[in-house]
């Protein structure tokens, strides 16, 4: 696609509850980053996945946190049994590996109550 | 471990005042990437530049010119004649390694108003 989409823009769910957040990278962009906004924060890193190597998974912050990516393009980031501290904006990026400008979507605002 | 240290955390100015943006970095690597990404209230990052460690030329482009300098470890981003628009959260980010494509390190922010 022309741009990194992500999906859905906007998550409410209860405390406890699972939750899967969509990202399409830019088609043949090679790398894909999870990064987390919590509000008023900056970004912080959570998993990077660079073609068929294993991911680096340094920044998830618990063993809730999980992330795949299927056939070197879509990637779902999932979090189990959700806290309220988990509320934050999930931002994903693309790049077509090499130190070039990194492509992020829109986001997806989780909302935990 | 990388860093990115960006001291103002809150900057305001008068429309077409002229600011600078401050980026200070921490890394070992001796090839290593810098960028800038601009945040309007809107919400996506929109990248601005890259410069890589190997070259210590300023850019400038239209109003904006960055500054970089390996001797203080410091990126730091100028808006000339600022404009309402400009108005946005910016980060400053650093990427480290031969490979280039790792993960981006992003200082804290600087959030920019631009009063009318």
């Known amino acids: 696609g022309a741009g990194v989409s992500q999906s859905p823009s906007n998550k409410v769910t209860e405390k406890g509850k699972d939750v899967e957040l969509r990202c399409d990278p830019i088609?043949?962009?090679?790398?894909l980053y999870w990064y987390r906004q919590s509000l008023g924060q900056g970004l912080e890193f959570l998993i990077y996945?660079?073609?068929?190597?294993?991911?680096?998974k340094s920044g998830l912050p618990s063993d809730r946190f999980s992330a795949e990516r299927t056939g070197g393009s879509v990637s779902t980031l999932t979090i189990q049994r959700t806290q309220q501290e988990d509320s934050a904006v999930y931002l994903c990026?693309?790049?077509?590996?090499?130190?070039?400008?990194?492509?992020f979507g829109s986001g997806t605002r989780l909302t935990v109550v | 471990a990388q860093k990115v240290t960006q001291a103002q955390t809150e900057i305001s100015v008068v429309e077409k005042e002229d600011v600078t943006l401050d980026c200070v970095y921490e890394?070992?690597?001796?090839?290593?990437?810098l960028f800038w990404y601009k945040q309007p209230p809107s919400g996506e990052l929109v990248f601005l530049i890259r410069?890589?460690?190997?070259?210590?030329q300023n850019e400038i482009s239209g109003r904006y010119s960055w500054n970089f300098q390996k001797s203080t470890s410091s990126f730091n981003f100028t808006i000339t004649a600022s404009q309402v628009v400009d108005s946005a959260v910016y980060f400053c980010?650093?990427?480290?390694?031969?490979?280039?494509?790792?993960?981006?390190?992003f200082g804290q922010g600087t959030r920019l108003t631009i009063n009318p």
């Open positions: 990026a693309s790049s077509q590996g090499g130190p070039y400008g990194y492509t």
């Open positions: 088609s043949g962009h090679t790398a």
């Open positions: 996945f660079q073609g068929n190597s294993a991911p680096d």
């Open positions: 890394t070992r690597d001796t090839t290593y990437y």
């Open positions: 410069r890589n460690s190997f070259d210590e």
């Open positions: 980010a650093l990427s480290g390694g031969i490979q280039g494509a790792q993960k981006l390190v």
